[in-house]
């Protein structure tokens, strides 16, 4: 989130005495992300940690709580594998042995700190860092997981429950005046003139879904959010994935979307060498698959920040990131994802 919660500082330091036994020496909000609110925290034993506060009372706050009975198992399996190309935070269990708890209407996490900038800027890629990129996924798409922990991970299906609620509050767009809230008229402004596009762009999605179904594909541990503000690059060269709530076992082509080229990237060569070197079974990139998912994310994050702005109670720093999202993080894409999907259904199949 843009702002941190009123009035955090005394029940933040309040559970993590509790739950953690750690007393907060220093509490710094981190403005970044808009689906829960990040801490970095000292403690009087000069330890630091990130925590992440969860609003049970959003809809993207329940699904992330409900993922993290997968995500935060997972995560201390990826750290205890050791691989040299890839790692992630280390959930910190309360003491209790518990990895995270409930303070209603809060979910607290808390991880080992991992210091550094994100690629969020790093666009475009190089293809060094592109490369290293396509070695760390590899790496985490080898990882074995047991098979109880496989049974709780979220379903990645060809279904998206999403597109329902998208084209609902599509429609509802059209009664917005100029009477309503100005961020409601900045959102009609911004998604209305398209909305025969969005029908269309969902069509093409679906469409894909139906040519992907009658291709079978093995499952991996994927992360499920690989984009370049979620990555941390150690002086080592190590690569630490953050956010890991989306991870999921899928496809390769799961994670491996995001490096088809369609915005400010290079082409999908570079991620599929270094990939392969790794990798060391034959495979072959489902085209597909990959187009599927790049059509998916940008649905569903079109979907994510119309509901925030129309059913959500966000504050006006969040409301104004919200529509700039969409504006210039979403609809502005579509043209270049549905052209890099054709050539690469074209490219693969040859």
Not at 128 to 157: F, K, M
Not at 315 to 342: K, P
Request: charged residues 20%; negative net charge.
């Amino acid at each position: 989130m843009k702002t941190p919660l009123n009035g955090d500082d005394e029940l933040i330091r309040a559970v993590l005495l509790e739950q953690w036994h750690l007393e907060v020496t220093h509490l710094h909000f981190i403005p970044i992300g808009d689906s829960a609110y990040s801490y970095h925290v000292e403690t009087q034993s000069n330890n630091s940690y990130y925590l992440k506060l969860v609003d049970q009372r959003t809809a993207v706050g329940r699904r992330i709580t409900a993922h993290m009975d997968f995500s935060l198992p997972l995560q201390r399996l990826v750290v205890e594998h050791q691989l040299a190309e890839v790692t992630a935070p280390l959930p910190q269990p309360t003491i209790n042995g518990v990895l995270c708890v409930m303070n209603e209407p809060f979910l607290f996490a808390l991880y080992t700190f991992i210091h550094g900038d994100t690629f969020a800027d790093a666009y475009p890629m190089s293809p060094t860092l592109v490369q290293q990129i396509g070695q760390a996924l590899a790496a985490l798409h080898t990882i074995q997981i047991p098979e109880a922990l496989q049974e709780r991970s979220p379903q990645d299906s060809l279904t998206a429950p999403f597109d329902g609620g998208l084209l609902a509050d599509l429609a509802s767009l059209e009664v917005i005046t100029s009477q309503d809230a100005l961020y409601l008229q900045r959102l009609r402004e911004v998604v209305w003139p398209r909305r025969e596009q969005i029908r269309a762009f969902l069509a093409h999605s679906q469409e894909y879904a139906r040519k992907a179904h009658q291709t079978p594909v093995s499952l991996v541990t994927c992360h499920g959010d690989a984009w370049g503000g979620n990555m941390i690059m150690s002086p080592s060269g190590q690569l630490t994935l953050l956010d890991w709530e989306s991870a999921v076992m899928a496809p390769p082509e799961r994670d491996a979307f995001k490096y088809i080229g369609y915005t400010d990237g290079p082409d999908f060569t570079a991620f599929d060498i270094s990939y392969r070197m790794i990798c060391k079974e034959p495979m072959h990139w489902h085209a597909d698959w990959l187009a599927y998912y790049a059509y998916r994310l940008q649905l569903k994050n079109l979907e994510q920040w119309m509901h925030n702005l129309l059913h959500e109670s966000l504050n006006e720093m969040q409301r104004d990131n919200d529509v700039t999202m969409i504006e210039h993080h979403c609809l502005d894409r579509w043209e270049s994802v549905e052209h890099t999907a054709a050539g690469l259904v074209t490219m693969l199949s040859q």
